[in-house]
């Protein structure tokens, strides 16, 4: 089955460490997509990726950092500069993002810093 | 500035009753508009999707949603709402960047509560 898969699931980091979050898309898609959900306030966009070795910053880019080293894996790393990292976070996948198409989700990665 | 606006950020219903969750976008041009819904804890499914053409998209689970370029909302809906419904469901447009791309950009959500 075709499909984004996060890992991991739960994510528990202590102040001031760096965590990498997975994901990893066998749907051929060109543009990947991290976005930050925090409750009441939508989806935000933090990085994405229109190519392999091409990323855009989003607009809350500030804290993370990203790679696209193969078209598959697109792995988002929240870094201890991330003031409150404490939150859920989705992967996305689409065709392009010069055509007419929709993103594709992950499940998701619920981080806590503890 | 808000680019995607759902203003209701809690709607209830009774089962069976009909549905209506607004959204109002505010790209001058002709945008790509989704409806997505997420159940707790999970990931976003799309519901249904305008690109061009008819301004009256079918979705799955028996919703709608009508295009209006006059009042720049792209608004959601279902006659019968079933207790499943339950859920947030999250409008979102394909906001314009650099390069000729296009970004999905998100509303806050709106929280649907079904009432048996």
């Known amino acids: 089955d075709g499909g984004i898969t996060q890992s991991p699931k739960y994510l528990f980091r202590k102040e001031g460490q760096n965590v990498t979050l997975s994901c990893e898309q066998n749907l051929n898609h060109d543009a990947m997509y991290w976005y930050r959900q925090d409750p009441g306030q939508g989806l935000r966009l933090i990085y994405y990726s229109q190519i392999v070795n091409d990323f855009q910053k989003g607009d809350i880019a500030e804290g993370y950092s990203v790679s696209r080293e193969k078209k598959e894996s697109f792995p988002l790393t929240v870094t201890s500069a991330q003031k409150n990292p404490t939150a859920f976070y989705l992967c996305?996948?689409?065709?392009?993002?010069?055509?007419?198409?929709?993103?594709?989700f992950g499940q998701g990665t619920r981080l806590t810093v503890v | 500035a808000q680019s995607v606006t759902q203003p209701d950020i809690h709607i209830t219903v009774s089962e069976g009753a009909s549905l209506e969750l607004r959204c109002n976008y505010s790209?001058?041009?002709?945008?790509?508009l989704f409806w997505y819904v997420q159940s707790p804890g999970q990931g976003l499914q799309l519901l249904l999707k305008?690109?061009?053409?008819?301004?009256l998209v079918q979705g799955i689970k028996g919703f709608e949603a009508e295009f209006k370029r006059s009042h720049s909302s792209f608004n959601l809906r279902k006659p019968s709402v079933h207790w499943s419904d339950a859920a947030e469901y999250f409008c979102a447009v394909g906001r314009p960047r650099s390069g000729g791309s296009y970004i999905p950009t998100f509303g806050r959500g709106t929280s649907l509560i079904v009432h048996p």
């Open positions: 305008y690109f061009s053409g008819d301004t």
């Open positions: 996305a996948s689409s065709m392009g993002t010069g055509v007419k198409t929709e993103a594709f």
């Open positions: 790209y001058g041009a002709t945008p790509y």
